[in-house]
């Protein structure tokens, strides 16, 4: 699965990388992305975008919000099939942006974090899904999920599951609503192995409320 990632690119780089305006607002630096939060997307929309939506897939005919804090991910083998993501897989594509996400290995010491990015360094597009629901006081609230599926040999002796990395040049695929889903799902393969870097970080990751650069350094 993913759990907690990382965002906090420059806001102008991003922009430029993904070539989609970004939000009023601003972004904020995330070093401990975590469900619930409000996360930079770019939707299957035009004009490319760079929208804030909460992270927990809430599906348009919920009656229950609380339903989002179960769906931080969907499996890629199953998108087609499962009620609570066929409809977004179809129609509402998205891509969520980030620069590092954690998982946690196992060691004699106890679950270690791990921080996986590119060797580069660069931001990258996890491949997600998202929904419009409709708050009792008429107000829509916009959610998403992280699409997962099998790990790359980097990532395999962390953990059994990762995100869908798009490589840059199915970025514009996974967009687009004319393709066909057989299309999108033959893109959502592991990401190159070699093209990435895990790297051990301090524990205080395992904690929501800690969202502060010393997170990412390397632990020694």
């Known amino acids: 699965m993913c759990g907690r990632f ?32 409000h996360l930079p997307v770019i939707l299957n929309e035009d004009p490319p975008a760079i929208q804030l939506l909460q992270w927990g897939l809430i599906p348009s005919w919920a009656k229950d919000p609380a339903i989002g804090s179960r769906m931080i991910n969907a499996r890629a083998e199953t998108l087609a099939e499962k009620p609570s993501f066929r409809a977004a897989f179809k129609k509402r ?25 590119l060797a580069s360094g660069e931001p990258f597009a996890m491949a997600g899904l998202w929904e419009s629901w409709g ?7 916009r959610t998403f999920t992280i ?16 995100p869908a990395i798009l490589l840059p040049e199915h970025e514009a695929i996974w967009l687009d609503n004319a393709a066909e889903p057989a299309i999108w799902q033959d893109i959502l393969r592991p990401y190159p192995a070699e093209r990435m870097t895990a790297t051990p970080v301090s524990r ?12 990412v350094l390397p632990e020694t």
């Open 93 to 117: 594509r998205c891509l969520v942006l980030a620069d590092g996400f954690y998982e946690w290995m196992k060691t004699p010491d106890g679950k270690q974090p791990m921080r996986i990015t």
């Open 204 to 215: 205080r990751v395992n904690f929501v409320g800690n969202d502060d650069a010393g997170l």
């Open 6 to 37: 990382t965002i906090f690119a420059d806001p102008d780089r991003l922009a430029e990388r993904f070539e989609a305006s970004l939000p009023e607002a601003g972004l904020q630096p995330r070093y401990n992305a975590a469900p619930t939060q």
């Open 147 to 162: 699409v997962t599926g099998q790990p790359n040999a980097l990532v395999a002796p962390i953990h059994d599951r990762m």
């Open 135 to 141: 708050a009792p006081d008429g107000s829509p609230l």
